[in-house]
């Protein structure tokens, strides 16, 4: 058995038995920074309340039978102990981590197999929802800088919010990482690094975005929730003619998949006989693009 005298031993252990670069996102968006579970034996808990739903929509029997360990109680809650040789399919399918600690002081991490509840109100509008979100900032740099991009004016001075919202957004994140926050928390900052992004790239520093986007872009989970702001930033992308870029990120399928309009659009452009599947919806796109001239 491993032990872990050092986070980089269990963060590797980590790593190296999942698939994809989703362990990433569960260990930066819901572990503290210097987090090290129990040494000496297994550290993945999974929670009875939700062995259900993995063994009927994640994880089969099979596999969940010779995997987990032992039964463990925390706080009168009775979880299952996984074996660190059995992690891939739990970490793949995982939507969120938790830290646990037992009564002699010792850590774990518990995989959770639902995504993060939003703290909204069902009947709120959702563009009136989306734009809450970004007043909500605590620096209100961010919505000025917002509010220059929708209007088309000064980008020298969006640019001027963006980067004055930058340490803001930075210092929030490592605040998210150590506490655990909520998923509409990290929404709302997300929505941030997009407003940066796209502030970077109206001002042609394509570079700089390409690094915010690192932050939000790519994490599956944040798309149906923040599918106008990105849009409105693939948008720029096109009337920017960063082909090159927008190439780079649709190769990612599961990207493509979820704005295959954006796709098609981009396509359009690049090729006048490429062969449109949803005209209705590329068409006001395109005209936006196409009357962007403002932001060149």
Same mark, same amino acid.
């Given at each position: ?41 297994? %550290? ?14 994640? *994880?089969?029997?099979? /596999? ?9 109680? @925390? ?37 959770? %197999? ?14 009136? /929802?989306?734009?809450?979100? *970004? ?8 919505? &000025?800088?917002?509010?220059? @991009?929708? =209007? ?6 969006? &640019? ?7 340490? %803001? &957004? ?5 605040? &998210? ?23 970077? =790239? ?13 932050? /939000? ?67 006001? *796109? ?11």
């Amino acid at each position: 058995m491993k032990t872990f005298d050092d986070p980089a031993n269990w963060y590797e252990w980590l790593v190296e038995q999942s698939r994809t670069d989703h362990i990433y996102d569960l260990i930066h968006t819901y572990l503290t920074p210097h987090f090290c579970p129990a040494a000496n034996y297994d %550290f993945c808990l999974l929670g009875f309340s939700d062995l259900p739903e993995i063994l009927l929509k994640h *994880i089969s029997g099979v /596999y969940y039978n010779a995997s987990r360990r032992h039964v463990k109680m @925390i706080d009168n809650i009775k979880y299952v102990v996984i074996s660190n040789n059995h992690l891939t399919e739990y970490l793949e399918a995982a939507r969120q981590m938790r830290i646990v600690e037992d009564e002699k002081g010792n850590s774990y991490i518990q995989l959770v %197999f639902t995504q993060p509840v939003y703290e909204t109100e069902d009947d709120e509008d959702e563009e009136e /929802y989306l734009n809450n979100k *970004i007043e909500a900032h605590p620096d209100d740099v961010l919505k &000025l800088c917002w509010d220059l @991009i929708v =209007a088309g004016k000064d980008r020298a001075q969006a &640019l001027t919010y963006a980067l004055v919202g930058e340490s %803001f &957004l930075l210092n929030r994140q490592q605040e &998210l990482a150590g506490s655990g926050g909520s998923l509409k928390e990290v929404i709302r900052v997300s929505t941030g690094f997009n407003i940066i992004s796209v502030a970077y =790239a109206w001002n042609n520093r394509f570079e700089e975005a390409a690094i915010w986007d690192e932050r /939000y872009l790519l994490k599956p989970y944040l798309w149906p929730h923040m599918e106008k702001v990105i849009g409105s930033y693939l948008e720029m992308l096109m009337i920017k003619k960063h082909t090159e870029y927008l190439d780079q990120l649709f190769s990612n399928a599961e990207f493509r998949k979820h704005f295959y309009v954006y796709y098609e659009t981009h396509m359009s452009i690049k090729d006048p006989n490429f062969e449109w599947t949803k005209m209705r919806e590329i068409v006001p *796109i395109l005209n936006r693009v196409n009357k962007g001239g403002n932001y060149l």
